[in-house]
């Protein structure tokens, strides 16, 4: 039995709707990785989300607005890569990437920052229907940290999706992030499958902090 993943018809050996167990270990098996760590996360994690396609997923504990290097040509001038000033916010991408029929969903454990709120309120386009779509879901348990770029990339590691562990802004006040990307598939479907199941809220009903979560995932969907 396959779970059948819409953003790349892949199937996935976890299981029809990948119900997994939130509790597991793996067997040892080769898998290839890349390790990453300070303005590596840059380089790799934010610049592949912001050239998504299809699909962008993104746990995090802490969401905060995060900026990046503004690499547009401008008219009457050269492009510039980092030079001082030149930045957007990532929510300008993602409108954009959202009105080219990207689906991005972000899975998080607080509230997001007040100038993520105050940006978002600006991009009407995250909003808007039409060939995308932008979700924003809480759950307070969630800490584990990934970004899922078009099925097919995987981040895992320690940098939430923040100015500080990310953002391009941060040279000599980055936190110190370390992480590993990969494309293998199983791992791929493993961590997919994972992120799939809080998001639907498969574990709601037996999670022990329901009396206290401001808005359980099952009652939304």
Sequence with gaps: MHFWQAETGKSCALGAG???AMDFV???RPVMLALVA???H???VVKAAMNAERSLWIATANLKELMVE???ARPGRRRAVGRQGEYRSVLEVFED???RGVEIRILHASEPSRPFREEMRRRPGLRRPGRGAFALRLCPRVHFKAVIVDGTMLYLGSANWTGAGLGAKGEGRRNFEMGLCSRDDLLLDEVQGYFDSIWRGAECASC???AVCPRPLDAQA
Excluded: A, I, S
């Design 97 to 99: 990437q959202v009105t």
């Design 70 to 72: 503004d690499e547009r």
């Design 208 to 210: 022990k902090l329901r």
């Design 38 to 40: 300070g303005r590596g």
């Design 42 to 44: 840059y380089e790799t």
């Design 26 to 28: 793996r067997q040892h």
């Design 18 to 20: 990948c119900n997994l």
